[in-house]
């Protein structure tokens, strides 16, 4: 039998755009002599829909597009994935299916057992776990179709009551597809294929593994599709980041060798938050982003990404420098506009800083310079580069850092404006990495901007360092709170200074509320700030 | 026996609060003579402690608390609330326990076994469910053991695999207790009542229904804990909105007439938002608030209820006019913060503003005013509302309203700026209703702001329904969308015009960005925007 697996960027409720995709492919597969084409887990709807599922109207449409998908299988079967309605009397609306389609209609249906429901999933939200299983039969062949999860049940410590292969199994499959919705972390694809090897060396089948690929807001895709023998060795490995389609013959599953490894971390992170700002920007229709460039670091990275993402003709860089900006400071951020050939402002913003606190004056009655002044100049230029995106309809990149984020140390309203966060999961010391990386074969950020100490520059010589732990030692102390959940006593018995720890996590805790209003950060470890990570901001633990 | 019930206003993760908290009801309630006395869910951590949960720290915290506790337990027992790890090495991490306490230790547990993994609740991502159920034998009673959404298995759609109640029926239980953390909203007592109601008329027994109260960020707790007779009625009824406490006896469980019945829904809404802006600030350890004062309804009523909340002593209200405001909305403001006697000042945006022209002027090359000079008056006065809490250690109050925030009629970092939303899930038309509320008994709200036509005031002449449609038919078409979940075609077919139907629901999709940004919105309704509303910023559904 030949079988085609097509890893494919889908668009969440873009119901023609996915179908058109989906057939698209379909047409392909069959003029390629495949009898089976594999598109991945919800395919239809896009993932995660997350609440527009609670819509009938929504379900409604995901049935209308696998109906008319089914009616373009005439001589090719094409597995897809769409929720549909849960028509037993019991448990939720929802079920996660598989549709097995052939002849024109739908051949058979499989439901997905096993519900992530941690992290930034919440599927137990919206789907009833499938209770039975039965394979497929398709010409000669028996198919245990599962859904990601569903391959993910571990013996030593189950999460989940059952698990979903030992159940098939039991009717003697030929092989075993699965179709996921696998997002990325940099660390995600090498336990994902440890995962399917061990399906594959567990059962001595084989797997043909599709998974989606591009981002949605901001979680990201890898893809990374994967064919495994019934020995368990990966026989093929498909494009990271990228689309891709390819076929293969079930009876004659060889090594192919265009494999295609994932890279190192930073490597892998470079790409994907690549991949998350050009989707960001096609899907919802534009073009154009702008960014206020410092000096900094940050604002360095994100350029340079936004530029691989989105042509450098489509940015706009605006300097802003205040009285304590450091000539260097602007000196760094116009030969790295230059560097990129990225257009550029610099727009002083002294005038409304001047008038600002001509207005307050009255009101703030000769009180020192504060946090008030520092949070102003961060405001102004947030107001100034909103301006630009309103006038000219560019989108405002954030430009935080995940340390920044963590300790709160950045301006609501100021420089935590914009319409998607680029580097709000990378630490400041990735976040140097991925300046080095960047920099490997030439000098594209200003060494100086590299190697200079970072600073806020909102007061006379600020240096991030007055405020907070070095950053190799605060990353480990974050790292070790966010990613690994662990508690304050175990942080200091690793070697930190108990009073650093205890003013980390605090700070952590009580900054809670400025989080909650950053915008969508690019997800690229297993655990980002948002929609992944569930904090109320009334709270006392720590404190 | 005599059971006491109390219902307190826990704090999340402030364990030593809560537990002093609990301990000293213990006390009292043994003074007084009780058998036992009963506490809600989860009262040790404070709910919902959300992602703390996942943190081994938090839950050994949680342990003890418990035996701290237990140990108080000294003729006479407690039923507390606690997460704790659960030791079967299968499924979830932790049980969402109750732990009944006598004789100084711990003398049985009983797990929760319907977990809700809806709206706003995540209890699935961190508990795993119940499969065993035993009554708690404890001097000559048996006492069926619940937890809140135990006693909502539904017969006629049960949504749950099982029916927690049907299991302990079996060993022939007394009564019953539910703990619970059932959250306000302006539907949600009667509702409760009528599922309790239902479930003592099932089994023919007494029923002792102990809930929170207090708000936790923007989740509202309302109380009203109950006390219904084995016929099904409601024999007492505790506070809304206020810790309680109060003592049976099993064998004399009379009709009390000091019964408290919700009150109508704005009311409801009203005493609901005055304690959400109370806690906060409360549990935040702030006390000073600050709002822009418009002159229109929002910030009117808004200012009204922090008054209430906070103490008018404690309130800063500040007028930001712009050319475009009118005479009678300085007029008006004034009017209000004098009726309330809140100290005001009026400060003038304009040389902000010609400020932020000229520094912008050389880039906007003449263009024509559109809506970056409206969004730049708005965040004018973010920045100056801001700068005043950083000064000065106010809290800024957000005053938009829901009708607002479903259409994205609000500016980003202008007047959607604040640390919490205190109308944002109360459409317009509700709003007005709340404003003739407070003036029920005399004009504090000027009838002007009442009256007159809705206006951001950002151009010359502008009015809401320019852009708009009226709020009545704006209001109908989004609680059709937003609660109810409807399609275009059934809100259509309801009788509103299909063009506002579709331009609606698509202003409420594309600006998911927007509202991604807000502050946390103090819940009222089934469905308000925040964490029981999880959409994605990028799709395309209905645009």
């Known amino acids: 039998m030949k079988i085609a697996l097509a890893q494919l960027n889908y668009f969440i409720g873009d119901f023609k755009g996915n179908i058109d995709k989906i057939i698209s492919s379909i047409k392909k597969a069959k003029n390629q002599g495949a009898d089976l084409v594999i598109f991945s887990e919800l395919s239809v709807s896009?993932?995660?829909?997350?609440?527009?599922?609670?819509?009938?109207?929504?379900?409604?449409?995901?049935?209308?597009?696998?109906?008319s998908i089914a009616k373009e299988c005439d001589g090719i079967a094409a597995v897809i994935g769409s929720p549909s309605f849960n028509k037993n009397n019991k448990g939720k609306?929802?079920?996660?299916?598989?549709?097995?389609?052939?002849d024109g209609k739908i051949l058979s249906i499989a439901n997905k057992a096993l519900m992530p429901n941690y992290d930034i999933f919440d599927e137990y939200r919206y789907f009833e776990p499938a209770k039975d299983f039965n394979i497929i039969k398709f010409k000669d062949?028996?198919?245990?179709?599962?859904?990601?999860?569903?391959?993910?049940?571990?013996d030593d410590r189950p999460l989940y009551p059952l698990n979903p292969m030992e159940e098939l199994i039991k009717q003697n499959p030929d092989f075993i597809i699965n179709i996921a919705a696998s997002p990325f972390s940099f660390n995600q694809a090498k336990k994902r294929k440890e995962i399917l090897v061990k399906n594959s060396k567990k059962y001595h089948l084989p797997l043909f593994y599709v998974n989606h690929v591009g981002a949605q807001t901001e979680i990201l895709f890898d893809g990374g599709s994967l064919v495994i023998n019934e020995q368990g060795k990966i026989i093929d490995?498909?494009?990271?980041f990228k689309e891709d389609f390819r076929i293969y013959d079930t009876n004659n599953l060889n090594d192919i060798s265009n494999k295609n490894n994932p890279a190192e971390k930073i490597q892998l992170i470079h790409d994907a938050l690549i991949m998350g700002i050009s989707n960001y920007f096609q899907k919802l229709n534009?073009?154009?982003a702008i960014l206020g460039l410092s000096g900094g670091i940050d604002s360095a990275v994100t350029l340079v990404l936004a530029a691989k993402a989105l042509g450098n003709k489509n940015l706009k860089a605006i300097l802003l420098p205040s009285e304590f900006s450091s000539d260097h400071s602007v000196n760094d951020a116009v030969a790295l506009a230059e560097n990129l050939n990225v257009d550029y402002n610099i727009i002083s913003i002294k005038d409304i800083y001047n008038a600002s606190n001509k207005t307050l004056k009255p009101y703030f009655n000769n009180l020192p310079f504060n946090i008030a002044e520092e949070n102003l100049q961060a405001r102004i230029r947030g107001l100034l580069l909103m301006a630009f995106s309103n006038k000219y309809g560019y989108i405002l990149l954030n430009t935080s850092n995940k340390s920044e984020a963590a300790v709160g140390y950045g301006t609501l309203y100021g420089d935590m404006c914009g319409g998607l966060s680029v580097l709000g999961d990378v630490y400041k010391t990735d976040v140097f990495k991925l300046a080095k990386f960047i920099n490997k074969e030439k000098e594209i950020i200003p060494n100086n901007t590299i190697n200079k100490p970072p600073s806020a520059e909102l007061r006379p010589n600020q240096k991030d360092s007055d405020s907070l732990p070095d950053y190799d030692i605060l990353d480990k102390i974050l790292y070790n709170y966010i990613e690994l959940h662990k508690g304050p006593e175990h942080i200091i018995n690793l070697g930190f200074d108990e009073n650093i720890v205890r003013k980390v996590l605090k700070l952590v805790n009580i900054?809670?509320?400025?989080?909650?209003q950053t915008p969508p950060i690019l997800r690229v470890s297993s655990k980002a700030f948002g929609m992944g990570r569930r904090m109320p901001v009334v709270a006392k633990y720590l404190l």
């Open 46 to 67: 896009g993932y995660p829909a997350q609440d527009f599922l609670e819509f009938d109207d929504f379900i409604i449409k995901c049935d209308n597009a696998v109906k």
């Open 93 to 102: 609306r929802l079920l996660n299916s598989a549709f097995f389609l052939a």
């Open 141 to 154: 062949k028996k198919i245990a179709l599962t859904i990601c999860e569903d391959l993910w049940a571990e």
């Open 237 to 240: 490995e498909f494009e990271y």
């Open 286 to 288: 534009f073009k154009k």
């Open 511 to 516: 900054n809670e509320y400025k989080r909650r």
